[in-house]
C-alpha cells in the first residue's frame, strides 16, 4: 500500500511538470533576445494559469527590479518610424546620407568615422537629396550646449550618431530624431526607431579589425567552462569541476580552482558570465571577438543591433537569482548547440562589429531596411554568412539568387554562362577565342568589351557564332570588365582577355567545376602572395608553385553579382587605384572575393599555352609581352582593407581520370591532355 501511495505521488508530480511544459512555462536559460512587452506595459512574473499547485517563494515587494517599468524619460518621446520619418524622401532605391560638418575641431574617431561615410555608397554632399541626416554627436559636457543642425526641421529624418553612451542628457532636444547609442537602456529605449550600438573600447580598429580568435569551435575536454567579468576590468575563470555560483561570492560547496585574467586580455572559455549592469556591456563585445559564449545576467542594456540580428543563435540570457540552476543547465548542454553558438560568435564579430567602419556602415544598413521593408534584407541574410552588409538589395532581395545561399538552401545554380572578352590595345580581334568559347554547349551569349583607341571592326569581320555576339565600347578602363553590365544575364560570367587562348574542352569542365562552388573564382592561371620578412612587406609571384591565393581574371568562371560588389561596395580609394595602377585589378578583385567568401580560388588544368602566368595588359599600352606588376600595388590594398583577406591553397581539381592510362574513349575531357 505504502509502494502504490509513493507511485501514485510521483506520477502526479510528473503530470504536473508536463502541464507545466505544455502551457508554456519559460524555460531556465532562454536564448536571447526575449520578446519585450509594448511600450508603458508593466512587466512582472507571469500570470499562471495552474497558480493554485505551485508554492509561493517569494512575497511581493522582495524583488523590485521585476515591478513595472517607469514612464519613458521626458527626452524619450513615443516617436514611431512611421510617425516621425518620411520615407517619401528616400528616392533612388537606396539610401541617401548627408553627414553634418563639425563646427568645431574633432577628434580623430569623429574624422574616421566621417570619412568611412564619404568614401561609401551611402554618401551625398548634397542635403536636399539626403534621405537621413547624420549629425555626429561630440559628447560635449553638459555645460556646453551642442549647435542644433541647421536643417533640424524639429529633428525630422535625423539620426544622432555616438559611439559611447551619453556621459550626460543631451544639450539639445531631440524631438523626432533617431539616437544610435552605445548600449542604450531598455527603459529608455525606443524599439524599431533608435538603433542599440555595441559599447566599443577606445582602442577598437577603425577599418579591417582583429579577426575571431577562436581556434577550436568545440571545447576541448580541459578547457574552462566558465568566465566572469570583473568589476575592475579581468575576468575571473573556472574549471569545468566548479559546481557553484562565480558571481555572487556565495559558495555552497568547494568552488574549485579559479583564476585571474588581468584587462584586455580575451578570456579563454566555453561560456562568458557577462552582469546586467551597464557598464559591463564592453565585455560582450570581447566575448564575441574570444568566441566564448555571453551568458547576460539579466541585462538592462539593449543589445547592438537587436533589430536585425537574431541573438538567439549567439547568445543566452539566464536568471541571476538562480545561480545554481544555471550552472547545471550550462554544463548539460549538448556540444552540439555549443558549436553552433561558437561559429554564430565568430560570424557575427567578423560581420559586423570587428571594426568602426563596419558597426557605422551596419547601422545605416539597418536604417535602409526600414525605408524599403524588412523584405530588403530577409532574417537569413542578417544572420548566415557573409551577412547583409556583403548581400546588396539593389541587386536583388531574394538569397537564392546570391552565390552564397545555395549550400543552405539545397540548391545550385542552373543554366548558362555569358563570356566577356576585353579587348584592350592595340585592338586585336580574338578570333580563335571567340570560336573555342562559342563551341561550348553551356555558353549563352558572348560580350566584347572593345576599350582600344582603334574603333572597332565592322561587323562582317567578326565571326559568325551560334550564340548572340554582341561589341560594345568601353570607357578604355581595364575595370570596365567589372561593370555591371546589363546585358549579361547569366549567374556565371567567363571574363577573359583578347590574348587568353583556351579550347572548348577547358571551358567545358571550369564550368562544370564552377557550378559546384559558385561563391568562388574558377580560373586556371594563378598568382601567390607571401610575406617577405627582410622587407616587412606582402609580395606576391607569378611563378608557377604547388600554392597559390589569386587567379588572373583573364581566364576565370566568377557569379555576376562580383560584377555588382566591384562597383557599388568597394570604397572609391581603391577602385581609383586600380585606374591608377591597372595590373592592380586583378588583385583587387581576388580580394573582393576572398573578404567576401573568406575562401581561396580554384584552379582546373591547363595546357601548355596557359604556363606562363601574366597580368593583363594596361590599358594604353603596345604589343603581347606583360607588363610587370607594381611591387606596392597588394599592400595598398592590404591597407586599404585593413587587413590580408587572400587565402592560400595547394588544390586543383581535375577530371575524372585525368592523365590515366586509359584508353582516350573512357574520358569526357579528351583534348585537356594534348600536347
Not at 556621459?167 to 538603433?195: H, I, N, W, Y
Not at 575592475?232 to 579559479?258: F, H, K, M, N, V
Not at 573578404?595 to 582546373?604: A, D, R
Request: hydrophobic letters at 40%; charged letters at 20%.
Amino acid at each position: 500500500m505504502q509502494s502504490w501511495r509513493r507511485k501514485s505521488l510521483w506520477l502526479a508530480l510528473s503530470a504536473s511538470w508536463l502541464l507545466l511544459v505544455l502551457l508554456g512555462v519559460s524555460p531556465l536559460l532562454r536564448l536571447a533576445v526575449p520578446p519585450r512587452p509594448l511600450p508603458g506595459a508593466p512587466q512582472g512574473w507571469p500570470r499562471w494559469l495552474d497558480t493554485e499547485l505551485l508554492q509561493s517563494f517569494f512575497q511581493p515587494g522582495e524583488l523590485p527590479e521585476d515591478a513595472p517599468r517607469p514612464s519613458r524619460a521626458p527626452g524619450s518621446n513615443g516617436c514611431s518610424w512611421e510617425a516621425c520619418f518620411d520615407t517619401s524622401q528616400c528616392r533612388g532605391g537606396s539610401l541617401k546620407v548627408f553627414v553634418y560638418p563639425a563646427a568645431e575641431p574633432t577628434s580623430e574617431i569623429h574624422r574616421r568615422i566621417l570619412a568611412s561615410i564619404e568614401g561609401s555608397r551611402y554618401h551625398t554632399s548634397n542635403p536636399g537629396e539626403a534621405c537621413l541626416l547624420l549629425f555626429l554627436s561630440l559628447d560635449a559636457p553638459a555645460a556646453e550646449a551642442s549647435p542644433v543642425p541647421p536643417q533640424w526641421n524639429g529633428g525630422k529624418n535625423h539620426l544622432v550618431f555616438s559611439l559611447h553612451p551619453a556621459p550626460c542628457p543631451k544639450t539639445f532636444q531631440l524631438g523626432q530624431a533617431m539616437v544610435a547609442e552605445a548600449s542604450p537602456t531598455v527603459d529608455t529605449f525606443r524599439r524599431g526607431f533608435d538603433v542599440a550600438l555595441p559599447l566599443l573600447p577606445e582602442a577598437h580598429p577603425f577599418r579591417g579589425g582583429a579577426p575571431g580568435q577562436l581556434q577550436q569551435h568545440s571545447p576541448h575536454p580541459g578547457e574552462t567552462l566558465l568566465a566572469l567579468a570583473e568589476e575592475r576590468g579581468g575576468w575571473r575563470t573556472a574549471g569545468t569541476d566548479s559546481s557553484t555560483c562565480l558571481w555572487d561570492g556565495r559558495y555552497e560547496q568547494d568552488p574549485g580552482p579559479t583564476q585571474t585574467h588581468p584587462r584586455g586580455m580575451l578570456p579563454n572559455a566555453t561560456f562568458c558570465l557577462i552582469p546586467g549592469r551597464r557598464s559591463d556591456a564592453l565585455r560582450f563585445l570581447q566575448a564575441l571577438q574570444a568566441g566564448c559564449i555571453p551568458v547576460l545576467l539579466s541585462p538592462r542594456w539593449e543589445l547592438p543591433f537587436s533589430e536585425v540580428i537574431d541573438w538567439t543563435k549567439a547568445a543566452i540570457i539566464a536568471d541571476k537569482r538562480l545561480p545554481l540552476q544555471v550552472l547545471a543547465a550550462l554544463q548539460e548542454m549538448p556540444p552540439a548547440r555549443v558549436l553552433a553558438l561558437r561559429q554564430q560568435t565568430q560570424f557575427l564579430w567578423d560581420a559586423y562589429f570587428s571594426s568602426v567602419e563596419k558597426i557605422v556602415h551596419t547601422t545605416l544598413e539597418t536604417i535602409q531596411d526600414r525605408v524599403f521593408g524588412a523584405s530588403a534584407h530577409p532574417s537569413l541574410m542578417w544572420n548566415s554568412p557573409p551577412g547583409a552588409l556583403l548581400a546588396l538589395p539593389t541587386f536583388s532581395r531574394s538569397p537564392r539568387d546570391f552565390p552564397f545561399y545555395h549550400l543552405q538552401q539545397g540548391s545550385h545554380p542552373v543554366g548558362r554562362f555569358s563570356a566577356l572578352i576585353w579587348v584592350g590595345a592595340p585592338g586585336q580581334l580574338p578570333l580563335k577565342l571567340i570560336q573555342a568559347v562559342a563551341g561550348s554547349q553551356h555558353c549563352a551569349q558572348i560580350l566584347v568589351l572593345w576599350s582600344s583607341e582603334r574603333p572597332p571592326p565592322p561587323k562582317e569581320k567578326w565571326p559568325k557564332t551560334a550564340v548572340p555576339l554582341t561589341v560594345t565600347e568601353g570607357h578604355r578602363k581595364v575595370s570596365d570588365r567589372f561593370f555591371p553590365h546589363g546585358t549579361i544575364s547569366t549567374d556565371a560570367i567567363l571574363s577573359l582577355d583578347a590574348h587568353t587562348s583556351l579550347s572548348t574542352s577547358e571551358v567545358d569542365f571550369a564550368f562544370a567545376v564552377w557550378q559546384s562552388f559558385p561563391e568562388r573564382m574558377v580560373g586556371f592561371l594563378t598568382w601567390s602572395h607571401f610575406w617577405d620578412e627582410a622587407q616587412g612587406r606582402w609580395g606576391y609571384t607569378a611563378e608557377r608553385a604547388n600554392e597559390f591565393s589569386m587567379v588572373l581574371t583573364t581566364a576565370t568562371f566568377y557569379h555576376r553579382y562580383y560584377h555588382t560588389l566591384f562597383t557599388h561596395y568597394l570604397p572609391k580609394a581603391l577602385r581609383s587605384l586600380a585606374e591608377e595602377a591597372p595590373t592592380c585589378v586583378d588583385v583587387l578583385m581576388n580580394f573582393l572575393v576572398a573578404s567576401v567568401t573568406k575562401l581561396p580560388p580554384i584552379t582546373v588544368p591547363y595546357g601548355k599555352q596557359h604556363q606562363e602566368a601574366r597580368p593583363p595588359l594596361a590599358s594604353g599600352g603596345s604589343g603581347p609581352e606583360p607588363q610587370p606588376p607594381d611591387p606596392d600595388c597588394i599592400n595598398l590594398m592590404a591597407a586599404g582593407f585593413g587587413h590580408m583577406p587572400l587565402v592560400s591553397s595547394r588544390l586543383r581539381l581535375d577530371p575524372v581520370l585525368f592523365k590515366d592510362p586509359v584508353s582516350v574513349l573512357r574520358k569526357k575531357y579528351r583534348s585537356l591532355e594534348k600536347p
